[in-house]
């Protein structure tokens, strides 16, 4: 999402000249390219200017130590202003009574429905008891969509098809949910114009009827300033506690993201990526300074890791490394864990230096689908035997995958030279002195740029 923002600050930071302290002479340049690529990723004028006014206030005159360049110094300026403007800090949503009550709001098309089906996998891991609500009585299919994702998830959803009055439907669903001990009720409702004044009155007639611990407001990302706007709107009626950013891995410019917490003065608690239960995070302002300055985002990245993370799976395999016994049936477990995680663009932007180079390269998520046609064209025998795919075999391979000799031949390439890498850090960190080594040669890696087995 923000692929042209960060470009925009890299090119104004370059800019920088000068040597001992930045000056007004030789920063003035800067901060009005760093104003104009705000601006033309869709920030509210007024936010960028003070934002950069802040930027100018707090670099002016600083002494630059001789081990950090003038352009280094101003991006970690640039980078606390950014953090400080998304809010500073992580703000967790509040779960507080028996059950706790999350009302949903939002415009039409939104993405408000899939976002509780999210949010009820996400806090359903927290180990408590979820009961999502469909109160969206106005657009065709909307009860079947909540329940189509309840399903998917493992979460129980409450409705009443013949009534249309969402007020009577969430009071009777906290009601259901006290008596069925769920801990949280997620109340889905109807998507509005904020200008549509009935539907306005009937949200605020719903959160008076149930007093939530927590209200949320879920908004495209997409829509730029116009979400701002909306926002704005919404929280003079509701008083929402938090707002949803969705859809942030689309074309939009960011300016959401970077406005909405100055103008609304509400925090972001969520940021939703793709269709997937999975693809939702916490927002941390620090770590999206972060990925918009292209330092990436590898705390992120590993958490999402973890949550995919299968102890059991993970010794079985590296019992298998030590042996020299990894095949293609650890490889193709170890893919599925790793498209569990979410967006492939997504998570190479989290890895520092690497956005920079993909910003041009587009992947989608079918991007591992010839490794796995090949893998799976394999017999049991060859998955476990990788060494007797003779050239015989690999020409029947390409055939049943509908790949070509070539990728086949790159994808033995590239396993082969993945197994011996195990096998030396395996040796490595047996020796004395083997983390040294494995360090380096971790430090070497990925010279030939990334890509690897989806180029």
Do not use: H, W
């Not at 590898?298 to 973890?306: C, G, H, K, M, Y």
Request: hydrophobic share 40%.
């Amino acid at each position: 999402m923000f692929d042209s923002l960060q470009t925009k600050l890299d090119r104004a930071i370059k800019t920088l000249k000068g040597q001992g302290s930045i000056s007004e002479i030789n920063v003035a340049a800067t901060i009005k390219e760093i104003r104009r690529a705000l601006v033309d990723a869709d920030v509210n004028y007024k936010v960028a200017k003070d934002v950069t006014d802040r930027i100018k206030d707090a670099a002016m005159g600083r002494d630059v130590l001789t081990a950090v360049s003038p352009g280094q110094l101003m991006v970690k300026i640039v980078y606390d202003e950014l953090t400080a403007l998304m809010g500073g800090e992580k703000k967790d949503i509040t779960i507080k009574g028996e059950p706790a009550v999350v009302l949903l709001s939002g415009l039409q098309g939104s993405g408000k429905t899939t976002f509780a089906g999210k949010l009820a996998n996400f806090i359903k891991k927290q180990n408590r008891t979820v009961l999502l609500v469909a109160c969206d009585v106005y657009r065709p299919a909307a009860i079947d969509q909540l329940k189509v994702l309840g399903e998917q998830i493992g979460v129980e959803v409450y409705s009443e098809v013949e009534n249309k009055n969402p007020v009577e439907i969430s009071r009777n669903a906290i009601e259901y949910a006290k008596k069925n001990n769920k801990k949280v009720v997620i109340i889905d409702t109807a998507g509005r114009l904020a200008v549509d004044e009935q539907m306005m009155r009937e949200i605020e007639a719903v959160k008076a009827a149930i007093n939530p611990s927590e209200t949320l407001f879920v908004v495209d990302a997409m829509t730029g300033q116009d979400a701002v706007n909306t926002a704005k709107t919404f929280n003079e009626r509701l008083q929402f506690d938090g707002v949803v950013l969705t859809k942030l891995d689309g074309d939009s410019r960011g300016g959401a993201a970077l406005s909405i917490r100055a103008v609304v003065e509400k925090p972001i608690k969520f940021i939703s990526t793709g269709e997937k239960m999975d693809a939702l995070d916490l927002f941390y302002p620090d770590r999206m300074a972060q990925r918009i300055l292209g330092m990436g985002d590898v705390i992120s990245l590993v958490e999402r890791a973890q949550m995919q993370f299968d102890e059991d799976e993970a010794k079985r395999i590296n019992a298998k490394i030590r042996k020299n016994q990894f095949n293609f049936d650890d490889f193709l477990s170890q893919l599925e864990q790793i498209k569990k995680m979410g967006n492939i663009k997504d998570l190479m932007g989290m890895i520092p230096g690497v956005s920079k180079a993909m910003k041009d390269v587009e992947i989608d998520d079918d991007a591992f689908k010839p490794v796995e046609s090949i893998i799976k064209s394999m017999t049991k025998k060859e998955r476990a035997n990788p060494d007797i795919l003779d050239a015989s075999r690999k020409r029947r391979l390409a055939k049943g995958s509908g790949t070509d000799i070539q990728q086949v031949n790159a994808l033995m390439k590239q396993f082969d030279q993945m197994r011996q890498m195990m096998r030396q850090m395996n040796k490595m960190s047996q020796t004395k002195g083997g983390m040294a080594q494995m360090q380096k040669m971790m430090g070497g890696m990925g010279k030939g740029g990334p890509g690897g087995m989806m180029r």
